[in-house]
């Protein structure tokens, strides 16, 4: 969520509001002579412009460095970052059911390949055990950009559905056997509501991962996904 929060950084000032007065007069019964009422004020506050559009150019600078995530997010100089232009491929990996890998490994083809997306760039972290081999943390992100603003609220929400029909228990299948996550219930953030919100816990796997938690987030803004 802290990621999430720190990529959106369009700010969006509301233009002043515009104040309307009106003033009515009627007739008092019996009488030929206007009486004046009170004057009545009306506020109204117009809705904010639309966000520019990002450009392609502009994704990296969304993402956050590692000096960002050490000082925003709490990861250390153990982690090692990459950064790729296209999809994650996972192809030794699958779910049940299948579009539920989603929950667990973003920036899958299952959830983007059919999206109209135009360009996307993932900067990920990673801790590993070396000599083990075992990740002893990740930090992934992500920034798909999309033509226009509703194109990319249409993968948000639909990303959203998906990861609703994922709730309870799934299983991972993979190099190292059956993973089973328990994934929570999808909430939307407290301080911004529009950023979506997924958990889920490793219930039964390799001894290593039991009780390890993840935590997913996306949002929309202007006409990309984070």
């Known amino acids: 969520m802290v990621a999430v929060a720190a990529l959106v950084i369009w700010a969006v ?9 009106t003033e009515a ?37 969304l993402l956050l460095n ?6 925003l997010v709490g990861l250390n100089d153990g982690y090692s970052p990459y950064e790729e232009t296209t999809l994650r491929n996972v192809t030794d990996l699958s779910m049940t059911p299948p579009e539920c890998l989603s929950v667990v490994a973003p920036g ?24 083990t081999m075992f990740a002893l943390g990740n930090f992934d992100e ?37 993973v089973v996550f328990d994934v929570g219930e999808v909430t939307r953030s407290a301080t911004d ?5 997924l958990s889920s816990t490793v219930q039964n796997g390799p001894k290593l991962m039991v009780g390890s938690r993840s935590s997913r987030a996306v949002a929309v803004k202007s006409n990309v996904v984070v």
């Open 193 to 197: 509501p529009s950023i979506v919100l």
């Open 142 to 178: 992500r920034a798909t950009l999309y033509a226009d603003g509703p194109a990319a609220s249409r993968q948000v929400d639909a990303i959203e559905k998906t990861w609703q029909g994922c709730h309870g228990s799934n299983t991972q299948n993979g190099p190292s056997g059956p």
């Open 108 to 131: 899958l083809p299952v959830s983007y390949g059919n999206s109209g997306f135009t360009a996307t760039l993932s900067r990920s972290f990673t801790n590993l055990d070396v000599k």
């Open 25 to 61: 007069k009627t007739a008092a019964p019996g009488t030929n002579s206007p009486v004046t009422t009170p004057p009545t004020t009306t506020t109204t506050t117009p809705e904010p412009p639309p966000l520019p559009l990002v450009t392609e150019a502009q994704l990296p600078g």
């Open 66 to 71: 590692l000096d960002d995530s050490i000082r």
């Open 13 to 21: 000032v509301p233009s002043s509001s515009n104040t309307t007065t």
